[in-house]
């Protein structure tokens, strides 16, 4: 997936965008303004546990910190219940980057709107754009804490936030070895299988082939830009599925090949009375050309689209390329 594939995405689904080159991430619960805002400020309930000072009231000053690795001082300098909250970053340090204070003088911005018979969350980090380095890892963690952990702590009254050990190993695993993420839900380890088989329900209904039994082969394909064949390796009911990518030819980069040999990865495991959902594409790290579009289209397929198939029973897949062909014109 290159970036002309993922604004295709944007166009169709509306519900990730990147505004001005910020991180920026939105979705919709049935959830009223008002209790959507009391989540976002509880945020030792979907962050860390880790954090030091208020969080909840106009111009608290608090310090979210994992041992020496990142520590991060905000300031809450906008406050409108039921609408809007910015933390701005006073001081920041990294350690795994060249710039330790990349994210200092950044806002963190969550705006609450009402669309329709729904709550929309909108979650900005500007200032946090392509051309930092720790962009990659730190776009795939706010897409892990915003789209799994808040929202579950929106929707079901209980977020994930990590132990910052635990936290830190999956910011690792997800920067430096394999693409992974994962989110919760209040569905059964059954119905999380049969929805993430159903693959022309939230990834592409341009799919050929069989996708719900062991050995099945089949192929994706959006345009000219991405085409893959994966099969299925293994197929373990309620617990494990895996596509291994027998083949891929990716237009927009110069080994066209990088998936080949790569395998993506369905773990599905009981957590607290809840299930967890655990994708890992491995092969797929930032030493290769399409980490990138291949982590945010990946990002967006799982916790977005095959999140919402699980949820309410209705993902957001790419549509048939004649639909597209003819919404153009």
């Given at each position: 997936m290159n970036c002309l594939d993922l604004i295709l995405v944007i166009i169709t689904k509306g519900e990730k965008i990147m505004e001005n080159k910020n991180y920026s991430t939105t979705f919709l619960v049935d959830q009223t303004p008002d209790k959507v805002f009391v989540a976002i400020n509880n945020v030792r309930g979907w962050w860390s546990q880790e954090i030091d000072g208020d969080t909840d009231k106009p111009g608290a000053v608090y310090t979210y910190h994992y041992k020496?690795?990142?520590?991060?001082?905000f300031k809450?300098?906008?406050f409108v219940p039921g609408k809007k909250v910015v933390w701005h970053v006073l001081a920041n340090y990294f350690n795994f980057t060249k710039d330790k204070t990349e994210w200092k003088n950044t806002d963190v911005v969550f705006e609450i709107s009402r669309k329709k018979d729904k709550t929309e969350v909108r979650f900005t980090h500007a200032g946090l754009v392509p051309a930092y380095e720790c962009y990659e890892a730190c776009s795939n963690a706010w897409g892990l804490f915003i789209n799994?952990?808040?929202h579950d702590l929106i929707t079901t009254g209980k977020g994930n936030p990590l132990p910052w050990e635990e936290t830190s190993d999956k910011v690792s695993e997800m920067s430096k070895n394999n693409f992974t993420t994962s989110f919760v839900v209040d569905k059964s380890p059954d119905e999380v299988f049969s929805a993430v088989n159903n693959v022309r329900g939230w990834w592409s209904e341009e799919i050929e082939g069989g996708t719900n039994k062991p050995?099945?082969?089949?192929k994706f394909?959006?345009?000219d830009v991405h085409n893959s064949t994966h099969q299925i390796t293994e197929f373990v009911p309620g617990k494990k599925i895996v596509w291994h990518t027998v083949d891929s030819r990716l237009n927009f980069i110069k080994d066209k090949t990088e998936w080949n040999g790569t395998d993506v990865i369905f773990e599905i495991s009981n957590k607290d009375g809840m299930?967890?959902?655990?994708?890992t594409h491995i092969g797929l790290n930032p030493k290769v050309e399409c980490y990138g579009a291949c982590s945010e289209g990946w990002s967006f397929y799982i916790n977005e689209s095959l999140k919402n198939l699980i949820i309410i029973g209705k993902g957001q897949p790419n549509r048939k390329?004649?639909?597209l062909e003819s919404k153009k014109r």
């Open positions: 020496d690795s990142h520590i991060c001082k809450i300098t906008e799994g952990s808040l050995g099945d082969v089949f394909h959006h345009l299930t967890e959902l655990r994708f390329e004649k639909e």
